[in-house]
């Protein structure tokens, strides 16, 4: 035999070799029969060993999380679920939601009673010590909600009233200095509910609600004869899901997953649900160098 | 005002499973603590010493803890013990805890204004303890009994609205959901309070009705 | 011919806390006697009485009925008679109170009808046939639907005595049952007793009524300070008064003793 022969013998049985190895490799790869490497004690293995997701979250709060006109839970929370049950399962119902009371996002997930909590949570150092927060799904902002057919519509109308111009806002620690910081001379009412500091609009007895930017956009794109956008907003909170500590394969999937619903290429179930319920289309996507 | 009743129309049918809720939780709550309060308000009077003890204790407990704490105290509190339970059990045993610490208090009161000497002629004629109780002591601790335990009852149904707290849908939760996504709470607010003051109200006049029926035992 | 005594009290003591109220009584009732007590108030008459029926736990000593100890199992040294025992026993003597104790939500024929119901096991009908005989017999026979508020205070005080009669009981304990009474209304229940006496009911009564227990009594038992200080048929009663101080000056105040 000659070198060369040798040389193709051996190439042969290289590449029957590698066409083996691949072979295997597309089908380990295939979603539905990939068997998680991860961990005997991660909630990663427990939830698809289970084979469904139990995701803590409200039903109160559009367009977070409430009930649609037939009863079923819909929403933004809903939806970044549901694509942890696709990423999961291949199904995107494969989700039991477990209705919690705010206070309950935190305690739920240290005692185990659910796998993730996705309920509009801000991501802060406070709760970084006792909750794990994948990447952030959506940044929060303050937005000024105004009549369509009041006397001041626009940012720039709302800062022109000066110190006749009446802002609504939610109860809080902090919300006088929250609207002071763009409309210093403003009168500030801080209300008991949302759904009242938004009446309080309607009523008259205000000229802005100081509301989530979320919130202003699923409002005017619902009602646009009702309610306008100021066309301004300030502040940013990361709105995170939670998960328990010391558990990095979970962690690390649900970050993953959620990156990829966001740029990646399964961004179908993000952008519909982004335009539903904010009313606007998710910005182009670059490719290329990395920029998230 | 048309746009009012029509906002409250709307909003009807989306409540009523929420009522059903209340309405359970409530019934639940209040016959389990009326049974175990009665039952347990008979052993602090006439039990042996240890009995009354334990019995003291555990109501001055509960009676201590705000309702808030013992609902999350059950339902975080419980399953580190073995005693995993889902919220809606979790919700009506906090609530049944609370209400039937109240019970054995009424039961107390009640049984203990009635004068010894009854007690003595039920014996003197050869009663057992369990008839005593039945033809003699309870029929006259009824009347007493019944005020502030009707009282109670309309607490618990205002109060089943806690079991929000764990996420449990009942009429309170229910309203909270169609404003949250209808964004208007004046209708939906006017509704509830309508509602519990029809379910109290009907539960207010029972109750005077069984007041008028014992209300031939003078004192 | 002396049967055995239907009541045998022999040496009874009863403490409350560190007060000793009865020190070492020792009495016996024969059955168809009427035995009256008398006695300055807290000589004991009042616990005496009570711990024939067991509304109060004697310390020490024995109460016989019939032979059978009342409170304690017979020869198991001091251990009590179970709920059941005691309610048998109990039904065999009948006590009518000083305060009547009527049941208020039941009428008078009800008040009559529950034990014959719940203990002697009578049927409705049955049941309440006797009980309006005996309200019949103490003069109430037009009362028996009455609630306790609407009747007298000796309307209630017969009921309770056709309460306790009803039952068929081997001995009947009056406490004080005329000292609640307005001074009118004390001889309609008297006048009760007395005709109980007649028909042979066995009596052990505790009263401050000197003459009607001189007139109705086969004994008296005069009591001070937890024993018996002087007894005897009435008239032997009366002529120990010379030697006995304490007798006279408890019967002195009762000089002008007429109702």
């Known amino acids: 035999m000659t070198e060369n022969s040798k040389r193709r013998e051996f190439l042969k049985l290289g590449m029957g070799g590698a066409v083996l190895a691949g072979a295997a490799a597309a089908v380990a790869l295939s979603a539905q029969k990939a068997v998680a490497q991860s961990a005997e004690n991660s909630l990663l293995r427990t939830v698809i060993d289970r084979g469904h997701l139990i995701v803590g979250t409200g039903s109160t709060n559009a367009p977070w999380h409430f009930e649609d006109e037939a009863g079923k839970l819909v929403g933004m929370d809903i939806t970044m679920a549901k694509i942890l049950a696709k990423g999961l399962f291949d199904d995107e119902t494969k989700v039991e939601f477990v209705l919690q009371d705010p206070a309950q996002r935190i305690p739920n997930i240290v005692t185990g009673k659910v796998d993730i909590t996705i309920q509009f949570m801000t991501m802060s150092a406070n709760r970084a010590q006792l909750v794990a927060f994948p990447r952030p799904y959506y940044v929060e902002g303050v937005s000024l909600l105004s009549s369509p057919n009041g006397k001041m519509k626009s940012f720039e109308e709302l800062t022109a009233g000066g110190a006749n111009t009446r802002i609504s806002i939610l109860q809080n620690v902090g919300a006088e200095e929250a609207v002071h910081k763009v409309l210093p001379e403003a009168q500030v009412m801080q209300i008991d509910t949302q759904a009242n500091v938004i009446a309080a609009l309607e009523a008259g007895r205000v000229d802005g609600a100081a509301v989530d930017l979320s919130t202003v956009k699923w409002l005017v794109a619902r009602n646009p004869e009702k309610y306008a956008d100021s066309g301004f907003a300030w502040e940013s909170m990361l709105y995170g899901a939670a998960l328990r500590q010391g558990d990095p394969d979970w962690l690390n999937f649900v970050s993953t997953t959620f990156e990829i619903a966001m740029f990646g290429n399964d961004t179908a179930l993000y952008d519909a649900a982004f335009l539903e319920y904010f009313g606007t289309k998710v910005p182009d996507r670059k490719t290329g160098f990395p920029s998230h | ?219 | 011919m002396s049967a055995t005594p239907l009541l045998q009290i022999a040496r009874l003591t009863k403490s409350f806390g560190s007060n000793q109220v009865l020190k070492s009584v020792d009495l016996d009732v024969t059955a168809g006697e009427v035995v009256t007590v008398i006695g300055p108030s807290g000589g004991g008459k009042t616990t005496l009485l009570r711990c024939v029926n067991f509304l109060e736990a004697y310390d020490g000593g024995s109460i016989k009925i019939d032979g059978r100890e009342v409170g304690y199992v017979d020869n198991a040294g001091g251990r009590k008679r179970g709920e059941v025992d005691l309610a048998a026993m109990r039904a065999e003597t009948g006590m009518v109170f000083q305060s009547f104790n009527l049941f208020p939500h039941l009428t008078a024929e009800q008040n009559v009808m529950l034990g014959l119901q719940r203990v002697r096991k009578k049927p409705l009908k049955e049941a309440q046939e006797i009980a309006r005989h005996w309200l019949d017999r103490v003069g109430l026979a037009h009362k028996t639907k009455s609630l306790p508020y609407e009747l007298s205070g000796g309307q209630q005080q017969r009921v309770g005595i056709a309460r306790a009669v009803a039952m068929d009981p081997k001995i009947l304990l009056l406490d004080e049952i005329t000292s609640a009474l307005d001074p009118e209304l004390v001889n309609e229940v008297l006048d009760v007793v007395r005709k109980l006496a007649t028909d042979g009911m066995t009596m052990l009564i505790v009263t401050h009524e000197i003459a009607f227990a001189r007139d109705a009594s086969h004994r008296i038992i005069f009591m001070t300070d937890g024993s018996v200080s002087a007894h005897g048929k009435p008239d032997e009663l009366m002529a120990q008064v010379a030697s006995n101080e304490r007798l006279r000056n408890f019967l002195s105040r009762f000089s002008a003793a007429t109702h």
């Open chain 2, 1 to 219: 005002m048309a746009q009012l009743i029509d906002a409250i129309v709307y909003a009807i049918p989306y409540l009523m499973s929420g009522l059903g809720m209340t309405l359970l939780v409530s019934l639940i709550v209040v016959v389990l603590s009326l049974v175990a309060g009665v039952v347990l308000g008979v052993g602090l009077i006439y039990g042996p010493l240890s009995l009354r003890w334990l019995i003291r204790l555990l109501t001055d407990s509960i009676r201590g803890i705000p309702i808030l704490v013992l609902i999350f105290a059950v339902y975080y509190g419980l399953p580190p013990l073995g005693l995993n339970l889902s919220s809606f059990w979790a919700a009506v045993l906090a609530l049944t805890l609370f209400k039937t610490a109240q019970v054995i208090e009424y039961t107390r009161g009640a049984v203990s204004s009635i004068p010894r000497g009854q007690m003595e002629a039920a014996k003197s004629i050869g009663l057992i303890f369990g008839q005593r109780l039945r033809y003699v002591i309870f029929p006259q601790a009824t009347r007493r009994f019944l005020p502030p335990w009707v009282n109670g009852v309309t607490d618990a149904v205002k109060g089943s609205a806690l079991v929000s707290l764990l996420g449990v849908v009942d009429l309170m939760q229910a309203i909270n959901q169609v404003i949250g996504r209808t964004y208007e709470p004046m209708p939906l607010y006017l509704l509830g309070a309508v509602m519990y003051f029809a379910i109290n109200y009907s539960l207010s006049s029972l109750s005077r009705v069984l007041e008028r029926r014992y209300a031939y035992i003078k004192e």
